[in-house]
């Protein structure tokens, strides 16, 4: 299922440089010794992506907010582009939860996301960014697999987010192709929840 959608969608570039075109069958090899950002791109997410994800249930990935609360400001304007992402206003340290069944890809802290999560779901086909976290679930490692409505960490104001507006950035990628895997293109996934993470 994965490899039919790879093939017809490999965009070459105008003017390639002659070691950047990957074999003909190469389109979804891992990134391996790929340099990120070097290679044919390809930003496209088909209809067959959208199906894919819808058929993974996401579930609201903050304790207690359900979906009919959430605001979609994907398509906000930010530096340099849109916001990209959704952002769920929550009180501090109220628990992040996985989206989806996760598999913990990268962990990393920095001036704007903050402390983060990478996570990728069991087919590795999209790519889940949490951001602004005040801290990771103890133990919480690159590699760990984590079930879905599981805690991954807790809502925060890391990185860029105001002091006073504690909320998860949430985002979701399709696996990017041909640069660093967690470099994708976003789709919007306001539309996507099916499920509530509410407190028993
Ligand atoms: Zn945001």
């Known amino acids: 299922m994965l490899a039919a959608c790879s093939s017809s969608h ?44 819808w058929q993974r249930q996401l579930m609201v990935p903050v304790e207690g907010i359900p979906r009919g609360a959430l605001r979609d400001n994907f398509t906000a304007k930010r ?48 790519v889940y960014y949490y951001a602004h976290l005040e801290r990771y679930r103890k133990g919480l490692t690159v590699g760990d697999r984590v079930a879905k409505g599981s805690v991954i960490g807790y809502v925060g104001t890391t990185g860029n987010a105001p002091p006073d507006t504690p909320h998860l950035h949430f985002q979701v990628m399709k696996r990017a192709v041909g640069r660093a895997w967690w470099d994708g293109p976003a789709i919007n996934p306001f539309s996507f929840f099916a499920l509530d993470a509410l407190r028993p």
């Open 79 to 126: 530096a340099g582009g849109i916001h990209g992402a959704i952002d769920i206003l929550a009180p501090k340290y109220t628990a992040v939860v996985a989206s989806d069944d996760l598999v913990i890809g990268r962990l990393f802290s920095g001036p704007v996301g903050g402390i983060v999560v990478y996570a990728s779901d069991p087919e590795q086909r999209f």
């Open 10 to 53: 490999t965009v070459r570039p105008a003017a390639p440089a002659p070691e950047a075109s990957p074999p003909p069958s190469a389109g979804r090899r891992p990134i391996g010794p790929t340099p990120a950002h070097v290679g044919p791109r390809d930003d496209r997410v088909s209809t067959d992506d959208l199906e894919a994800l």
